[in-house]
């Protein structure tokens, strides 16, 4: 009854309602699309050791002396979220071609000096303010560090930042030991290898460099804006508060320049105006919020400050990208063109709900999200390599008015055209029942669709779980059911690479018996009892793992099979994907999002005939 009563009476909240200015709530802001897919591979890494089968399709390597820059494209096969959305590349898809840096924006900007912002009076980045228990702590115990960030004096959470320089993915955050008001901030990163990434405050962008010499250059920025309204219904005098906030901030930087030992330059060039402002505008799906009703709640929001005065709150925010996309790439003779179109299907026609807002609607003709189109690749003027990529959509599992919720961009086939030699490659996914509305509330713990309809269960973000991943095992008393069949929804199934090859790919649900100790030990005793003797070992975790590819050729069929079981027993282990920095000695070597590693994982290969194994 109440959610409906707020639905109606929003619209017209906008024009005639009062003010209530001290109300706070720190959102999660994330990163563009095309950004948002090297978050995928840095907190699931690829490789079977992780139950993620490597699938990487290259296309060409620039080259000069001591400089290499790699273009291809890549698959990750952990599953489709809910609020997942396409790259230009397509659903699932990755185009690897230079590199960015992009983070989640979690309460305070960070770089608030870097972009300029009037409104942060939070500097600074907190560490593990608040402690790490749930059912069992002493009442009031974080209340210190609860009234500091509703008075604005100190940050929520740290924001995180992802980083893919050639392929050499990470992630890292600002530790206290960094003084949020210098002019250069240094990091020092010690995973996948040694480097240094600096980030030059006045200028707003940063440079990596590694032991070996080479110089990566992030200069072109990528913007998001935050728009958040309020509303606040009170029962009993019928009265409402409404407010109003928006935020914008940098949250991506494009690899612009890569310097090699030698001396030897590799440029990158995107569609942006003189003043590197891009011109496109993507958005994503409303992310909402609901306190006192517990008919709907969404955890998207790293904190928040009611005061007294709240009764029934409700927030609603949307996301506006400024989306950067590649033009070329120049190394030497090379030089790699990228060529893009707007999304068939992308504008919405609706009145309400996500993409309304004047700033989406304004946008020109052709600007809206992009889809890539060809990749083309010259050496001294003479075309060498060709990609032409074929685009349909998903089907949708529910009918909406708006398209932004069901639009998804699939990637149907691929012309390759190298020397002149052309292989026309074709993609399958699972396609059952349809993918669900991005604000679908159909979502197990993990965030993937379950294909159930029960409005009343808490929805996980899928930027949740950061500062304090034992959550992620903490019984809620809502249960958010997984479902295998709902999970491989949209998932790749099928690889044609022409001439009679192919190749297929089967999945089943991630499974953990273990439990890493860097996790365990930051239990509480309430928790352990919580998690551990009333569930059923194996522990399900969420996304898939690889259990079968077939390769098919003219005159034959090769399998491989994939079991994580030794002794009968699963294999698998919770870890924690760590970050990329060093810690001088500041924590968060045991905080991050969560992952499944297997240490043994046995392979069985052999023909298939007339669908029996040998």
């Given amino acids: 009854m109440k959610k409906h009563l707020l639905v109606s009476l929003f619209s017209l909240l906008i024009s005639t ?19 948002a897919a090297i978050i995928k591979y840095c907190d699931h890494p690829v490789g079977i050791k992780y139950g993620v089968p490597k699938i990487k399709i290259p296309i060409q390597t620039l080259i000069k002396d001591d400089l290499f820059v790699p273009i291809s494209l890549n698959y990750h096969t952990i599953g489709i979220k809910v609020e997942e959305e396409a790259t230009w590349a397509g659903l699932g898809w990755h185009l690897e ?51 500091k960030v509703c008075a604005g004096e100190i940050d929520s959470d740290p924001d995180i930042f992802f980083f893919n320089i050639l392929g050499m993915k990470g992630k890292f955050l600002l530790t206290p030991d960094h003084d949020s008001t210098t002019q250069i901030l240094k990091i020092e990163l010690v995973r996948p290898r040694q480097m240094t990434a600096e980030f030059y405050m006045a200028d707003n962008y940063w440079k990596i460099s590694d032991q070996m010499g080479y110089q990566y250059i992030f200069k072109q920025k990528e913007i998001t804006k935050s728009i958040s309204t309020y509303l606040d219904y009170k029962f009993e005098t019928e009265s409402t508060d409404f407010d109003f906030n928006s935020q914008t901030a940098t949250t991506s930087w494009h690899m612009s320049k890569i310097i090699s030992p030698s001396g030897v330059e590799a440029t990158f060039k995107y569609d942006v105006n003189i003043d590197g402002v891009s011109k496109y505008l993507s958005n994503s799906a409303y992310h909402k919020m609901n306190i006192n009703d517990e008919e709907l709640w969404d955890v998207h929001y790293s904190s928040y400050c009611f005061p007294d005065s709240i009764e029934n709150v409700r927030v ?112 399958e996914y699972v396609e059952k029942y349809g993918l669900p509305s991005k604000e679908s509330h159909a979502r197990d713990l993990w965030g993937y669709y379950n294909g159930e ?52 790919y089967q999945f089943d649900h ?23 003797n009333s569930h059923i070992k194996p522990f399900i975790f969420g996304g898939l793992r690889v259990s079968e590819i077939v390769e098919s050729y003219p005159k034959e069929k090769i399998y491989k099979d994939f079991f994580y079981t030794i002794n009968r027993q699963e294999s698998g282990k919770l870890i924690i994907t760590h970050y990329s920095h060093e810690h001088h000695g ?5 905080s991050g999002n969560h992952g499944v590693k297997y240490p043994k994982v046995r392979i069985k290969t052999g023909k298939l005939f007339n669908g029996h194994k040998f």
């Fill in 316 to 427: 609603t925010s949307e996301y506006l990208h400024s989306d950067v996309y590649l033009e070329s790439i120049t190394l030497g003779d090379y030089v790699a063109h990228f060529s893009k179109s707007e999304q068939d299907g992308i504008r919405s026609s609706s009145t309400t709900g996500a993409g309304t807002n004047h700033f989406i609607q304004a946008v020109a003709p052709n600007y809206r999200r992009q889809q890539l189109d060809k990749l083309e690749i010259l050496q001294g003027g003479n075309s060498i390599t060709s990609a032409d990529f074929k685009f349909s959509k998903f089907k949708s599992y529910e009918v909406v008015d708006n398209p932004i919720l069901n639009h998804r961009l699939k990637l149907d086939s691929m012309l390759l055209t190298k020397h002149g030699e052309t292989k026309h490659m074709g993609f």
């Fill in 510 to 532: 991630q499974e953990f018996f273990d439990i890493d100790l860097e996790i365990t030990d930051h239990f509480t005793n309430n928790m352990k009892e919580s998690n551990f």
């Fill in 453 to 504: 309809d029960k409005v009343t269960n808490i929805t996980p973000s899928d930027y949740f779980n950061y500062s304090q991943p034992e959550k992620l095992l903490q019984e809620e008393g809502k249960t958010k059911h997984y479902s295998i069949d709902h999970i491989k929804e949209g998932v790749i199934a099928k690889i044609d690479f022409g001439g009679g090859k192919d190749r297929t």
């Fill in 586 to 590: 500041y924590g968060h070597t045991t």
């Fill in 97 to 147: 071609a230079g590199g960015t840096i992009t983070r989640l924006i979690r309460g305070e900007n960070d770089l608030a000096l870097a972009d300029k912002a009037s409104n942060s009076k939070a500097l600074g980045y907190p560490f593990e303010h608040i402690k790490p228990c749930f059912d069992d702590c002493q009442e009031n115990e974080n209340d210190d560090f609860h009234e």
């Fill in 17 to 35: 309602g009062t003010v209530n200015a001290q109300l706070r709530v720190d959102r999660v802001i994330p990163p563009s699309f095309n950004a």
